[in-house]
């Protein structure tokens, strides 16, 4: 009899063992326009959906795509790497009436999503909201169509925030929006970013320290527009960026913050400079380019 119950323990322990070994959550796990949920999210039985794989991949884990395909909405609530080096759009994300990815993860949690597209059919707030993260970086991702802004972080903590090698295009109020509960900041570095055709192209808002460089702003009203005050720490650099047929004003300060700008080209804007109640400085080689509303060769560069 001893031996039977020493017997019954050893099977008990061992359904244990294998139970949480079938349970364990994989550092890398796959999605496919052609996998299934039910799948344990391997390479050669990946998943259908990045909601079905983020529960299986452990926290500061990776999701990467096998191929081409739609992978729903998604909520990451800890540390994540989505790259789906398929191509730029080659994974999207194709949503009406809802966020298409909403991150709520740690203050110590980075996030990073690679190589993806949005799409919100005009229907949708945000390609990608950000409510709390240590740091989000954003690379190789194009964005359009949504309501309330391609890009819209509402952080309630401190964040980073980088975004590079980008496109948001109709994006609705705001291209990018970076805005930090009160007392908190949001640090940006937006680096060959291209908006096109929004309300704000950029809204630096409450607490927002930001760096543009070499990206383009154009069709948006205006291209950059801070409305957050020094006080909260709103202050915006922009170098070596071209702003192109932008309403209202290429460079507008509404909120009573600090904005720079260095060595950019300004072509066809409604105005360049909006000191809106802030404070605009520029370094004196920003390149102005006058347009003829008639159509003929644009007249000779002039620094401002």
């Not at 709390?132 to 925030?161: I, K, M, N, P, R």
């Amino acid at each position: 009899m001893k031996n039977f119950r020493f017997s019954i323990l050893g099977v008990v322990v061992l359904m244990a063992v294998f139970g949480a070994l079938a349970s364990a959550q994989a550092t890398r796990t796959w999605v496919s326009g052609v996998g299934d949920d039910a799948n344990p999210c391997s390479r050669t039985a990946p998943c259908k959906t990045f909601a079905g794989a983020i529960s299986k991949t452990a926290p500061a884990g990776e999701i990467d795509c096998l191929d081409p395909g739609g992978f729903g909405a998604l909520t990451i609530t800890k540390a994540i790497t989505i790259d789906c080096d398929a191509g730029v759009g080659g994974a999207s994300v194709l949503v009406s009436g809802t966020n298409g990815i909403v991150i709520a993860a740690g203050a110590g949690d980075m996030v990073q999503l690679r190589n993806m597209g949005f799409m919100g059919l005009n229907a949708s707030p945000a390609a990608i909201r950000v409510n709390s993260a240590g740091t989000v970086h954003l690379e190789q991702v194009v964005a359009y169509e949504f309501t309330a802004g391609c890009v819209d972080v509402e952080t309630s903590g401190t964040t980073v925030v980088t975004i590079q090698d980008s496109t948001f295009e109709n994006c609705g109020s705001d291209g990018v929006k970076l805005n930090a509960a009160s007392g908190q900041t949001v640090v940006a570095d937006l680096h060959n970013v291209r908006i096109y055709n929004s309300g704000n192209g950029l809204n630096g808002a409450n607490g927002s320290r930001v760096s543009v460089r070499d990206s383009v702003i154009s069709f948006n009203n205006p291209g950059i527009n801070q409305t957050g005050l020094v006080a909260n720490g709103s202050v915006i650099m922009v170098q070596g960026s071209t702003f192109s047929l932008n309403g209202t004003a290429a460079v507008q300060s509404s909120g009573g913050g600090q904005i720079t700008a260095c060595g950019n080209v300004f072509a066809g804007n409604t105005l360049i400079f909006n000191t809106a109640g802030g404070t605009i400085t520029s370094c004196g080689d920003n390149d102005h380019i006058p347009s003829d509303p008639q159509g003929s060769a644009p007249g000779p560069a002039a620094h401002i």
